[in-house]
Nanobody, 124 residues
Framework: QLHLVESGGGLVQPGGSLRLSCAASGFTLDYYAIGWFRQAPGKEREGVSCISSSGGSTNYADSVKGRFTISRDNAKNTVYLQMNSLKLEDTAVYYC?????????????????WGQGTQVTVSS
């Protein structure tokens, strides 16, 4: 079975940082584009960032550009989302997802496998 497991969420003050991890089991991430998504209470799911299978291409939502950085370590079968300068509006459940394409956008419809999510709460 294919599983994605997110970790690294938590409670942080505005301006703080967190690093989320997305670990795969049951398959190797090498050939999959990976995306990070988030969903806040009462809001629709939002694409945050994505990275190609090689790691050579990335994309970010305007709301996080310059603050978040996506990266991957295929040797560790893990993708990361470094989140800096966190804002109150970044509070959400964050999900990672894998696409069988080698490149995908931050459109959730392009993804085939999803993790269960990790809560990120930004609060003073």
């Amino acid at each position: 079975q294919l599983h994605l497991v997110e970790s690294g969420g938590g409670l942080v003050q505005p301006g703080g940082s967190l690093r989320l991890s997305c670990a795969a089991s049951g398959f190797t991430l090498d050939y999959y584009a990976i995306g990070w998504f988030r969903q806040a209470p009462g809001k629709e799911r939002e694409g945050v960032s994505c990275i190609s299978s090689s790691g050579g291409s990335t994309n970010y939502a305007d709301s996080v550009k310059g603050r978040f950085t996506i990266s991957r370590d295929n040797a560790k079968n893990t993708v990361y989302l470094q989140m800096n300068s966190l804002k109150l509006e970044d509070t959400a459940v964050y999900y990672c997802a894998a696409s069988t394409r080698t490149w995908a956008t931050i459109d959730g419809e392009e993804y085939d496998y999803w993790g269960q999510g990790t809560q990120v709460t930004v609060s003073s």
